[in-house]
């Protein structure tokens, strides 16, 4: 008992020098400067001179002054930003959900090769985004894009379409680069839930000859579902802060801006860094107040479990 | 029977390889695209006609590209130095120590992983401009610890967790120091783990964009996404694109050839971060 107990306080003891070093530079780089976007949200500071500046309260988010209404909250082209995100978020993790699940059930099947289908997964997740943005932009492009060729030579189209040229069609396009992109990285996971599941329910599902699409749906969609929940709280939260993609494919275009777009905008573009963080509070707080959901609508789930 | 298996195997092996046609088509296009200079860019085939090098010598030349390579290597190697160094030390307390404070920093620790990078943008221009890191490689270095110490911390505190208790005992009985345990004892046995999260790093921050794009302003300090990001040519209308294509496919091929080199590895690394975090 002793010298379990010498090695733990030795341990506690030495705890805190060894996790100082890295806390000091995660509080440099994530807190304070949290809480200095959250100040600057409630002042009128430009990025010009980032020392003199009144403080406003909640001017930057909604104010009426002179008859009309100001800050972020009434700001049309906020909301659309909001918008678009919600729906980007919302129809991209759905697609790539569902795809990623059927993708990975089609790998999972024991055939030889599929060490080189899984390598083949790895790649649109190993291009980086930037350069993904630019090859698509380029194979959607309305007069040489080798898509809309593709889709001309079949018949599908008469004309070129404008995939990205301020339409809907410019959010189906970057949903869909998301999509490509992403659905390998959830299948990954997906696959890597179905191969620990045990063989034996699946003979025993085919020696009682149950149809493949019930075993699907009575067996392997609920061993895999906390495999899935872990990918959809982590493709959400990195949905509703997509900058890279929007901001390389179309720009500061109305259709396509997310909040994130919005935000840097204002910022840098504007140089209003009171309006800009207060644009980057509400969206932290719009991430936070999701993630706060996701963990409470999850925390019956495992008690069920436990019991 | 026989036959019918046949045909299921079969449509498996046809839906495989639309999946992987999926997949890979566009950065075969985008490969054939880099070859192809002049008019020939623009015509929408499938395989390059007169493939030529013109598009990589130019991309080369008319732009500091190498310069970029060279910043991109130089802040994703410091990155993942630093964030191991620091995520080390910190796994192993994490790890293996039991201390007031310990879950509740974990957690805090991920939540920061969620953070959305704008939400930080304003703060963090602040903090370059006074040490006067502005359109300097550090001010990448120091911003991108906000997205890989949670991680590097996570992955390698779940690893140090699963290091058999008894050579630390064994160490102590000898009078070996936390240090010496850390950097003697541990760290050869982390080697693996080291590789996996390192690998996870580096990605990230060649990769990354927004931070990249904010704290750096001239052609020189540019890292490689935001080269690409900003190339232009003529006019608006006129974008170079064979030099983005060959821009695109050489920072791309390395990347790939090293994911695919480690592919078991990472794969493990981002299941374990994703299943345990």
Redesign the interface.
């Known amino acids: 008992m002793s010298?379990r107990s010498?090695?733990?306080s030795?341990?506690?003891r030495?705890?805190?020098?060894?996790?100082a070093?890295?806390?000091i530079?995660?509080a440099?780089?994530?807190a304070?400067?949290?809480?200095?976007?959250i100040w600057?949200s409630m002042t009128n500071a430009t990025?010009v001179d980032?020392t003199t500046y009144d403080f406003i309260w909640f001017d930057n988010f909604v104010v009426h002054a002179e008859g009309r209404w100001y800050g972020i909250f009434t700001d049309p082209q906020w909301l659309r930003a909001l918008w678009n995100t919600l729906v980007f978020a919302a129809v991209s993790v759905s697609l790539e959900l569902v795809l990623g699940v059927i993708?990975a059930l089609?790998?999972n099947?024991a055939?030889p090769?599929r060490g080189l289908?899984?390598?083949?997964?790895?790649?649109?997740?190993?291009?980086?985004?930037?350069?993904?943005?630019?090859?698509?932009q380029?194979?959607l492009?309305d007069?040489?894009?080798?898509v809309?060729?593709?889709l001309e030579g079949a018949g599908f189209i008469d004309g070129p379409v404008a995939w990205l040229g301020g339409s809907s069609l410019a959010m189906v396009s970057i949903i869909m680069v998301d999509v490509?992109k992403t659905t390998?990285?959830v299948a990954?996971?997906v696959l890597?839930a179905l191969q620990t599941l045990p063989k034996e329910i699946y003979e025993a599902a085919k020696v009682d000859g149950i149809h493949p699409v019930k075993v699907f749906f009575k067996v392997t969609l609920p061993l895999i579902k906390?495999?899935l929940v872990?990918?959809v709280i982590?493709r959400l939260?990195d949905a509703?802060?997509m900058?890279?993609l929007v901001?390389?494919m179309t720009g500061s275009s109305e259709e396509t801006m997310t909040?994130?777009v919005f935000?840097?905008q204002a910022?840098?573009s504007f140089q209003d860094?009171g309006y800009?963080?207060a644009?980057?509070?509400g969206?932290?707080l719009i991430?936070?107040l999701i993630?706060v959901i996701y963990i409470m609508a999850l925390k019956p789930l495992g008690r069920e479990k436990a019991a | 029977m026989r036959g019918k298996r046949m045909l299921k195997?079969g449509g498996?092996?046809a839906?495989?390889i639309v999946?992987?046609l999926?997949?890979?088509f566009?950065?075969y296009?985008?490969v054939v695209?880099s070859f192809r200079e002049g008019s020939a860019?623009?015509e929408?085939s499938?395989w390059p006609a007169n493939p030529t090098f013109a598009n990589y010598e130019a991309v080369m030349t008319d732009q500091p590209f190498a310069k970029n390579i060279l910043n991109s290597l130089i802040v994703a190697f410091s990155v993942v130095v630093l964030s191991l160094g620091?995520?080390t030390?910190?796994s192993?307390?994490?790890g293996?120590?039991?201390?007031k404070g310990?879950r509740l920093?974990l957690y805090t620790?991920l939540g920061?992983s969620?953070?959305?990078?704008?939400?930080?943008?304003?703060?963090?221009?602040?903090?370059v401009?006074l040490f006067g890191l502005y359109n300097n490689l550090l001010s990448l270095v120091?911003?991108y610890?906000?997205f890989t110490?949670?991680f590097t911390?996570w992955v390698l505190t779940s690893f140090m967790r699963d290091l058999p208790v008894e050579i630390?005992?064994a160490a102590?009985m000898d009078g070996a120091s936390?240090w010496t345990i850390?950097t003697k004892v541990f760290l050869p046995l982390l080697a693996p783990a080291l590789v996996t999260t390192g690998l996870l790093a580096f990605?990230a921050a060649?990769?990354e964009?927004?931070f990249a794009?904010?704290f750096t302003l001239t052609n020189e300090q540019r890292t490689?996404?935001?080269a690409?990001?900003l190339i232009t040519g003529a006019s608006q209308y006129e974008l170079p694109?064979g030099n983005?294509?060959a821009a695109?496919v050489i920072?791309?091929v390395p990347?790939?050839v090293?994911?695919?080199f480690f592919?078991k590895k990472?794969?493990a690394g981002?299941?374990a971060g994703?299943?345990k975090?």
């Open positions: 010298r010498a090695i733990d030795a341990r506690a030495s705890a805190w020098m060894f996790v070093p890295m806390l530079v995660l440099l780089v994530a304070w400067p949290l809480a200095r976007t600057f990025l980032l993708v089609i790998v099947a055939l090769g289908m899984r390598a083949a997964m790895l790649v649109p997740w190993a291009i980086p985004t930037v350069v993904s943005a630019k090859i698509w380029w194979m492009n007069q040489f894009g080798v809309n060729a593709m490509w390998p990285f990954l996971l890597a906390p495999a872990v990918a982590f939260l509703m802060r900058f890279d901001y390389v909040l994130s935000a840097r910022l840098v860094v800009g963080s644009a980057s509070t969206l932290f991430i936070a993630t | 195997t498996l092996i839906l495989w999946v992987a999926f997949l890979l566009p950065f296009y985008a695209s860019i623009f929408a499938l620091l995520a030390f910190a192993y307390a994490f293996r120590a039991k201390f310990r920093l620790i920061v969620m953070f959305p990078q704008v939400a930080v943008l304003s703060g963090l221009f602040e903090i401009r120091f911003s610890m906000i110490l949670p911390v630390e005992e102590i936390s850390v990605i060649w990769n964009f927004l794009l904010s490689v996404p935001v690409i990001a694109w983005i294509m695109s920072v791309t990347l790939i090293l994911v695919l592919q990472l794969v981002l299941t994703a299943v975090g």
